[in-house]
């Protein structure tokens, strides 16, 4: 038997080697399969650093592109990363060992900081069907703004709360502030100089009373240097409820059996001032409400829930309290169904 197998082999062997099959019939080894070498489109720059630039700046380059294979390339589309980019060439088509100038104009009128804007050639090669191009740099502003913007936290209705930022002018730049203005009666901005042409203190004042909410505003800041002519400073500030109730709102649980439960709900000054719950109103006989005092500025309303509670689905529980800014607090009571119990609905 090994005599036979080992002829069978040599058998073969020849007749490949005779070119019996032609070598049609049998696949090829994949290490034998490659990519073909024709179309190859290079740039020996492919990344271009402008840079520091000003503000406004529009950048022009040049990429250098060239065939380096065997055959035509046929450039079918380039596509940029951003509108503000744009880009030209003469021709869409390289013959072997051709160069190409891709000619592209970046505009930073708007952008500060650190830029990429990327640019991909798209190709008829399946085996390199894109090259990417990239243009790189930093727009720097002539004048520092330290912070960019300012956030108040969280304040309460009254009191005076401050806030300073400031502005330096880079080496050798000299400016003057011709004007501050603040676009919310609810701030007051001013100017001073640290060092009058080089830097300035914007202050930046929040009086009470204040609406309760979130207030985005603005402060704009006038200068007489002509690459920054004006800066904007985004000013954010919150103002909390004088008085809160949290949950804020309540979810009660429609059991099977409709058997007691209990929930809670907490009543509290963010301020810590001192105040009294007058008043519950419960929605419905369903629920009672107990008022208990932990701190004079602190209060746990103790809910107990029974029977059936579809009756105050979709209502709200109402606080009376002796706050002159904060008189009443609604808190929507939502009815869900426990394991076993239907659904309740709103009536």
Sequence with gaps: M??????AWCVLAGLVAQGVFGGEGLPAPASSIVAPTGNVLSCDQPVFDFREVPPGAVIAH???LQNRG????????VRTSCGCTTTAMATNLLLSGQTLELTASLN?????????KTITVELDDPFSPRLRLAMTGVVVNP?????AGV??????????????????GRTGVVFKVKEVKASSQDLIATVEPREEGRSYRVIIRSLGPRQAGTTQAAVRVLTDHPVMPEVNIPVTLFVGA????????LILVQGPTNGMRIYYVGVYSPAAKPFNVIKVDSPGAALTCTVVTLSPDRHRLEIKAAGDLGG?????LRIETDVATMKELLVPVRVIAGSGAPVPSAP
């Design 2 to 7: 090994k005599r036979v197998g080992k002829l």
């Design 62 to 64: 040049t990429f250098v």
């Design 70 to 77: 065997t055959n035509t390339v046929r450039i079918l589309n």
């Design 108 to 116: 930073l009128q708007g952008r500060t900081g650190t830029q990429r």
């Design 143 to 147: 004048i520092d703004v330290m912070p």
């Design 151 to 168: 956030h108040f936290g969280t304040l309460a209705r009254d009191g005076e709360a401050e806030r300073e930022v400031l502005l330096t």
């Design 242 to 249: 004088d008085v809160v109730a949290a949950p804020t709102s």
């Design 312 to 316: 105050v689905n979709g209502k709200a």
